[in-house]
C-alpha cells in the first residue's frame, strides 16, 4: 500500500474519536491531536502530566512541531516497551522534521500506524477493533494491513536484543544530538543510556529467574508428591507387618533417597529464599533505577525545552541582529531628515509656484485655442471690411463730388422749370377756359361716373374671396416674421452695437485719412471726363470710333463672362465637395451615435451603484465622451460657418460681377451719348442724365450691396 492511502485511512480511523471530525494532516502536523487521542486510548500512561509536555500554541514555528513529534515517539516508544513489552527497533522510524515542514504523508502514516499499534494492545482493544470493523471496506483493509505488518515486525524482533546507540529507536535514531546539548546534559543523557541498558538486562534476568523460579516449584511439587505417595507406601508396608530383608533393604534405600532429596529440597528452598531476596534488592533496585530514569526524562524533557527556547532566541537574536542594523540605518536617515524637510519645504514651495504658472498656462492656451479660429476669421472679415469700407468711401467721395455737379445742373433745371412751369399755368388756365366752354355746352345729367369715384370698400368687395384670404394670410405671415426679425435683432443687438461701435470709429478714422485724397482724385476724375467729352465732341466727326470701342468693350464683358464661368466652375466643384464632406459627416455622425448608444448602455450597466470599484474608469469614461462631444460640436460650427463663406463668396462673386457689367455697361452708354450730346436741347440732356442716374438706384447698387455684406459678416459671427 502505499504512504498516501495509508495516511488518509489512519485520519479516518481518527476521526472516529470523539470530537475528532474532520481532521487534516495540516491539523496533524503539531502533535497536539495525536496526543488528545494516545491520552483517550491509554488514560494510565499517557496521563495529564505527559500531555502538559505538550505545546499547543506553535503557529507556524516547526521547531516546535518537532519538538512535540519527538515527545510523542518517545512516548509510543516507552509505551511499547514498557506496558506491551514489545521492541519497535525493526520498525521504520518517522522523519518528523518532513511532518513538521511539509506534512509528509507517508511519515505521518508511519506515526500513526505505531498510535493505531496502541490502541489494538491497550486495555479497551475491543473498543477500538469494533469501531475499526464499522468503517469502510477499502479502509479496514487498508488498517488490516498495517496492523498485520506491526505483528509481522514484532516477531521479527527478538526481545533479547539490547538497544544501541546507533539503532533507530536510541537518542541518535529518534534526531537527538547530545553533543550539541550543555555539557552536563551531555553526562546525564550518556548515564540515562547506561541505566537504560542495565534496566533492560534487569528484567531480562528477572524474566529468566521467575522462569527458574516456576520450574523448581514445579520440581518441588513432583517431588512432594512423590513422597507422599512413598509416605502411603511405607504406612502400607508398615501395617502389613513386615516382609522379607529386601523389603526393608527397599525401604531404607527409600528413606536414604527421601533424605537426599529433602536435603535438595532444603537446598532448593535456601537457594529460592536467597533468590527471593535477590528478587527483592533488584525489584527496588529497579525502583530506584526508575525512579533514576524519571529524573533523567524530566532532566531530557528540560533540556529539549532549553533547546526550543535556545532555537527561539536564537532566532530572535538574528532578528535582534536585523533591528539593530535597521535602527542604525533610521537613526543616519533622521539625522539627514532636517535637511530633507527644508529641501522639501523649498520644493514645496516651488512646486506650487510651478502649478500656479502651469495654471495660468493652461488658461491662456485654453483661452487662445478657443479663440484662435475665430479670431482668425475675424480678422478675416474686418480686413475684407476695410477694403471694402475704402471702395465706399471712394465711391461716397465720387458721390459727392457728383452731386455738387448735380446740383448745379439742378440749379439750372429749376429755372427751366420755373419757365415751364409758368407755361403751365397758362395752359392750365387755358384748358379751365375750355372746360367751362364745353360745360355749358353739355348738360349735367349726361355725365357719367368716373371710375376714379370708387371707393375702397367697393374694390375690397370686387376682390374675390380666395385672394382676399391669400392677403389676409399674407398679412399675418408678415407680422410673425416682423416679429421674429425683432426677437433675433434684440438677441443680436449687443454684438450689432459693439461692432457697429467699431465700424463706426474704424470708418471715421477712414475718412479722415482718405478725404483729402478722394477729393483730389474727383478734381483729377473730373479733369479726365472733361476731356473725355471734348474729344468725344472732336472725334463725333468720325464714324468708325463709336464701332471700336463698343468692340473693345464686348471683348471686355466675353472676357469677364469667361472669367465667371470659370469662377462658377470652381463654385460647383467646391459645391460637391462640401457634398462629399457633409455626407461623410453624418455618416460619422451616424456612427458617432451608434457608439454614443453603446458607451450609454455600458455607462449604465457599470453604474457606481452596481460596482462601486468602477467610478474611475466610468468617470474617465463620460469625460472623454464629453470631449468628443465638444470637438464634434466645434467642427460642426466650423463646418456651418466655412459653409456661410463660402456662400457669401458666391453672392459676392455675383454681386460683383452684376456692378462690373453695370459699370462697363454705363461707361460704354454714356460714351456714346456723350458723341450725341451735340445739337440736343437743355430738356432731353436732363432726361439723359437723369437716365444715366437710375442704375445707381439699383437694388444690388453700392450702398444696399454694403448694407447686405455688413448683415452677412454680422450673421456669421
Not at 514 to 533: K, P, T, Y
Not at 614 to 623: C, E, I, K, M
Request: charged share 30%; aromatic share 4%; proline share 3%.
Amino acid at each position: 500500500m502505499s504512504g498516501g492511502q495509508l495516511c488518509n485511512s489512519l485520519i479516518k480511523w481518527l476521526e472516529t474519536f470523539p470530537d475528532r471530525s474532520g481532521v487534516t494532516a495540516s491539523q496533524l502536523s503539531d502533535g497536539v491531536v495525536m496526543a488528545q487521542v494516545l491520552h483517550q486510548i491509554a488514560p494510565e500512561f499517557f496521563d495529564g502530566r505527559w500531555l502538559v509536555k505538550i505545546k499547543p500554541d506553535t503557529g507556524e514555528n516547526w521547531r516546535l512541531k518537532v519538538s512535540n513529534l519527538r515527545k510523542l515517539q518517545q512516548g509510543i516508544i516507552d509505551y511499547y516497551q514498557e506496558q506491551l513489552g514489545q521492541n519497535i527497533r525493526h520498525f521504520p522510524v518517522p522523519d518528523l522534521n518532513q511532518i513538521a515542514e511539509h506534512n509528509e504523508p507517508e511519515n505521518l502514516g508511519r506515526l500513526l500506524q505505531l498510535i493505531l499499534g496502541c490502541a489494538v494492545n491497550c486495555e479497551r482493544k475491543q473498543h477500538h477493533i469494533e469501531a475499526i470493523m464499522s468503517m469502510e471496506e477499502s479502509v479496514q483493509a487498508v488498517i488490516m494491513g498495517a496492523i498485520q505488518e506491526l505483528m509481522t515486525r514484532d516477531r521479527e524482533s527478538s526481545p533479547g536484543v539490547d538497544l544501541s546507540p546507533t539503532d533507530p529507536l536510541s537518542l541518535h535514531g529518534l534526531g537527538f544530538d547530545p553533543a550539541s546539548f550543555h555539557p552536563h546534559l551531555k553526562t546525564v543523557m550518556e548515564q540515562l543510556e547506561t541505566t537504560t541498558l542495565d534496566r533492560d538486562e534487569t528484567v531480562k534476568r528477572c524474566h529468566a529467574l521467575e522462569q527458574q523460579l516456576s520450574m523448581l516449584n514445579e520440581e518441588k511439587a513432583a517431588l512432594y508428591d512423590e513422597k507422599e505417595r512413598m509416605m502411603s507406601r511405607l504406612e502400607d508396608l508398615e501395617g502389613t507387618g513386615g516382609e522379607g530383608g529386601a523389603s526393608t533393604l527397599r525401604y531404607k534405600d527409600l528413606k536414604k533417597q527421601i533424605d537426599t532429596l529433602q536435603d535438595d529440597l532444603y537446598k532448593i528452598e535456601t537457594s529460592r529464599d536467597e533468590y527471593r531476596v535477590r528478587v527483592e534488592q533488584l525489584e527496588r533496585e529497579n525502583q530506584e533505577v526508575q525512579a533514576r530514569n524519571d529524573e533523567l526524562h524530566r532532566l531530557a524533557e528540560e533540556a529539549r525545552s532549553l533547546k526550543d527556547e535556545v532555537d527561539a532566541l536564537t532566532e530572535m537574536r538574528e532578528k535582534v541582529s536585523v533591528y539593530e542594523g535597521n535602527m542604525e540605518a533610521y537613526k543616519k536617515k533622521l539625522e539627514e531628515l532636517s535637511d530633507l524637510k527644508r529641501q522639501v519645504k523649498i520644493l514645496e514651495d516651488k512646486n506650487a509656484d510651478y502649478v500656479q504658472h502651469n495654471m495660468e498656462l493652461e488658461e491662456e492656451v485654453k483661452k487662445s485655442g478657443t479663440w484662435r479660429p475665430q479670431l482668425d476669421l475675424y480678422k478675416k472679415q474686418v480686413a475684407d471690411m476695410h477694403q471694402k469700407l475704402s471702395e465706399e468711401a471712394k465711391k461716397t467721395d465720387r458721390q459727392v463730388f457728383e452731386n455738387k455737379k448735380l446740383v448745379e445742373k439742378m440749379e439750372a433745371g429749376s429755372q427751366e422749370r420755373e419757365r415751364l412751369s409758368a407755361e403751365r399755368d397758362a395752359m392750365r388756365e387755358t384748358i379751365e377756359e375750355m372746360k367751362c366752354q364745353i360745360s355749358t355746352l353739355t348738360s349735367p345729367d349726361n355725365s357719367s361716373r368716373l371710375p376714379s369715384d370708387l371707393s375702397d370698400a367697393d374694390m375690397l368687395e370686387a376682390i374675390p374671396h380666395e385672394i382676399r384670404e391669400k392677403l389676409m394670410r399674407l398679412q399675418h405671415e408678415n407680422k410673425m416674421l416682423k416679429k421674429r426679425s425683432e426677437a433675433s435683432e434684440d438677441g443680436n443687438r449687443p454684438v450689432l452695437q459693439a461692432m457697429l461701435s467699431d465700424l463706426q470709429d474704424r470708418h471715421t478714422q477712414a475718412t479722415q485719412e482718405n478725404r483729402g485724397l478722394n477729393q483730389r482724385i474727383m478734381e483729377l476724375e473730373s479733369e479726365v471726363e472733361d476731356i473725355r467729352e471734348t474729344a468725344a465732341i472732336a472725334g463725333s466727326h468720325s464714324t468708325g470710333s463709336p464701332g471700336k470701342s463698343s468692340a473693345t468693350e464686348a471683348r471686355k464683358i466675353v472676357d469677364l463672362e469667361r472669367k465667371l464661368m470659370e469662377q462658377m466652375g470652381n463654385v460647383t466643384s467646391l459645391e460637391e465637395c462640401l457634398s462629399k464632406k457633409e455626407s461623410e459627416m453624418a455618416r460619422m455622425e451616424e456612427r458617432y451615435k451608434k457608439y454614443l448608444g453603446k458607451a450609454k448602455g455600458v455607462i449604465k450597466a457599470l453604474e457606481p451603484k452596481h460596482n462601486p470599484n468602477l467610478v474611475p474608469d466610468v468617470s474617465t469614461l463620460r469625460a472623454t465622451i464629453h470631449e468628443k462631444e465638444q470637438l464634434i460640436e466645434n467642427m460642426a460650427r466650423e463646418t456651418e460657418k466655412a459653409k456661410m463663406v463660402r456662400d457669401m463668396e458666391e453672392k459676392l462673386m455675383t454681386t460683383a460681377f452684376y456692378n462690373f457689367g453695370m459699370q462697363m455697361h454705363r461707361n460704354t452708354i454714356s460714351q456714346r451719348l456723350s458723341a450725341m450730346d451735340q445739337g440736343q436741347s437743355f430738356l432731353s440732356r436732363q432726361r439723359q442724365t437723369s437716365t444715366r442716374r437710375v442704375p445707381m438706384n439699383n437694388p444690388m447698387g453700392n450702398s444696399e450691396f454694403y448694407d447686405y455684406y455688413q448683415l452677412d459678416v454680422l450673421r456669421i459671427s
